[in-house]
């Protein structure tokens, strides 16, 4: 618990990198960017999961160190975007789903 320490209590402030996640896709990230050298912590946001024992809510969100946060935009590259896109899925096959069969 001792980076957790210097991780918190240090001048370099934490900012929040991503946001609404579930937990596997939080944690996930968090091991790209620690393999990349960048410290990170995911920290659940919601207060109902621990009460309700929802499994996959996506109540979770990665920080980093302020001056790391370029450097893990660039590890994350397109698993920056938690969201799902908005608008039609693509025509695909027809079936509205996106896949071309």
């Known amino acids: ?7 918190l209590s ?6 929040r990198l991503i946001a609404a996640m579930t937990e596997p896709e939080a944690q ?5 960017l620690e393999r990349g050298g960048v410290a990170a912590m ?3 946001t919601g207060v109902l999961q621990s ?6 809510s996506q109540d979770f969100d990665l920080y980093v160190k302020r001056s790391d946060s370029e450097l ?6 397109p698993l920056m975007d938690a969201t799902p896109p908005d608008g039609p899925p693509d025509k695909g096959n027809g079936a ?3 896949y071309t069969r």
């Open 42 to 44: 995911v920290k659940n």
């Open 1 to 7: 618990m001792r980076w957790l320490k210097r991780f």
């Open 96 to 98: 509205g789903d996106g």
């Open 10 to 15: 240090s001048d370099d402030p934490t900012v």
């Open 72 to 77: 893990a935009e660039e590890i994350l590259g």
């Open 28 to 32: 996930m990230r968090r091991e790209l």
């Open 51 to 56: 009460h309700l024992q929802l499994p996959f």
